[in-house]
Every structure is written in structure tokens, then in C-alpha cells.
């Protein structure tokens, strides 16, 4: 007989980078990080990525199809790239949603784009990604990037941006993914648990931040497993592009 006093299975784990901790406690844990880094977030951008994450985002912009009128959603809009972006393509008739589950990063995203005058067509939300707050059926476009690999249930995360899509509406997903080719590969592992802890301690006085970044990119599912995951969620039609040899990914999908 088992003993009352004890839960019949404890409770389920995730991997917070490479440590295995409670799922109630990824959330917190990864919002800490982001806490932390929202202030710099896009200078350490622009320095670990030598300004290529601007060409990723461009690409996706690009993909995305985006027009006048739509109703677009940026998940983990962070500093708010492409949610300014889409705010001039979808123009005065259109909405842009800003979602982000961290406070901090949404702070700094809205104060960025009202400092370069983007308002009128955009809001801004605080929202889980596996939990979003909006009717079925809602959104033209929703894209995500750089924020999947951080959700604890990525599954149910796909699942709810399938239902706030339209009919015909198209989710892009921008991620690190896994290099192409080996050799790339070691340079790339090199290059992420030397320099961008350093980095992040030299210029935010946080190295542990950054260590788990590098971490959470490396347990991040790769091309083809994310491909399988968005079929599996529903959605249709379902590719994805590399870009730098595999070290970041763009996938697309469509809605039925």
C-alpha cells in the first residue's frame, strides 16, 4: 500500500539549459535571466551576433507576407524589431500585438518603439506563449523569434498559436537551431560557452545569463524535430530555411 503522505509521482522536470529543474520553476527561472539582460538585450544582440540578427529578422519580415490590414502577433517581441517593422507594413488599418511573458522586455520594448514613434497600431501584452490570451481565429500572422527554445511546454505553445491563427494565417518560428555541417559546429560550440559569457559579464555584469543561453540554444530541438512538432500541432505545408550554415533556422507553417 502506498503511503498517503506522499504524492503518487513527483512532479514533472524540464531542463533549464543543461540543469534539470521542476517544471514550476523553468518560468521563473528563465524570467530571471531576461530580467536581467532586458536593459542591454539589444546591444549584446548586435555584438554576439556581429549585427546578424537583423538580417535573420529582415528575412523573416520578408517571408512572413505581411500587408496592409493585417493582424499580426510577435511573440517574445523582446525589444520590439519586428513588431516596428510589421507596425509599417500593416499601416493604419492593420494591429500589431507586442506579446512578451517578461514584464522587463516588454517595458523596454514599448519605451523603444515610442521613442522612435511607433504608436497608434500597436499594443502591448504580457502573455505565455503556451496560455495566449486571445479569441480563435484572430491573427493573419504570428511569428516568434528567439523565444521558443525558452518555453517549458513547447508543444502546447504551438498549439496555441495555431488557435489564434486564421484559417490560411502563417506562423514563422526564427531559432537557433543546429549548424550544418561538424566542423562549423565545434567552432560555433567554441565560440558560444568562451565568448558569450564573457561577453555578458564584461558588458551586463552577467556571465551566468549567458551561459545559459548558449545552453538553452544547444536543447533546443533541431531542423527537422521542430519541423515534426509543427505538423504534429496541426499546422500545415510545414518548412524551414536555414541561414549561417544552419545556425539559426526559420520555419514556416500554415494553417489549415
Request: glycine share 8%.
Amino acid at each position: 500500500m502506498s503511503d498517503p503522505r506522499k504524492p503518487d509521482s513527483a512532479e514533472p522536470s524540464t531542463h533549464f539549459g543543461y540543469q534539470s529543474v521542476p517544471e514550476s520553476q523553468k518560468a521563473q527561472k528563465v524570467a530571471e535571466v531576461f530580467h536581467s539582460v532586458a536593459a542591454k538585450y539589444d546591444l549584446m544582440n548586435d555584438v554576439l551576433s556581429g549585427g546578424m540578427h537583423r538580417l535573420w529578422k529582415r528575412f523573416t519580415i520578408e517571408l512572413s507576407g505581411v500587408r496592409p490590414g493585417n493582424r499580426v502577433l510577435d511573440i517574445a517581441g523582446g525589444t520590439g524589431d519586428l513588431a516596428r517593422q510589421f507596425s509599417r507594413l500593416v499601416g493604419p488599418t492593420g494591429e500589431v500585438v507586442l506579446a512578451d511573458i517578461n514584464a522587463s522586455m516588454l517595458k523596454v520594448g514599448r519605451d523603444r518603439l515610442l521613442d522612435k514613434g511607433v504608436a497608434g497600431n500597436v499594443k502591448f501584452v504580457q502573455a505565455d506563449a503556451e496560455k495566449l490570451p486571445f479569441p480563435d481565429n484572430h491573427f493573419d500572422v504570428v511569428t516568434i523569434a528567439f523565444g521558443l527554445r525558452n518555453v517549458t511546454h513547447k508543444e502546447d505553445a504551438l498549439r496555441s498559436m495555431l488557435r489564434v491563427l486564421k484559417p490560411g494565417g502563417r506562423l514563422l518560428v526564427l531559432e537557433f537551431s543546429k549548424p550544418s555541417s561538424s566542423l562549423l559546429g565545434k567552432a560555433y560550440d567554441a565560440y558560444s560557452f568562451a565568448f558569450m559569457p564573457l561577453a555578458g559579464k564584461l558588458i551586463t555584469n552577467d556571465a551566468e545569463s549567458y551561459r545559459y543561453l548558449a545552453e538553452s540554444i544547444r536543447m533546443h530541438p533541431d531542423q527537422e524535430t521542430l519541423k515534426g512538432m509543427m505538423v504534429d500541432a496541426g499546422f500545415d505545408l510545414v518548412t524551414y530555411h536555414n541561414m549561417t550554415g544552419g545556425i539559426v533556422a526559420l520555419h514556416r507553417g500554415i494553417k489549415p
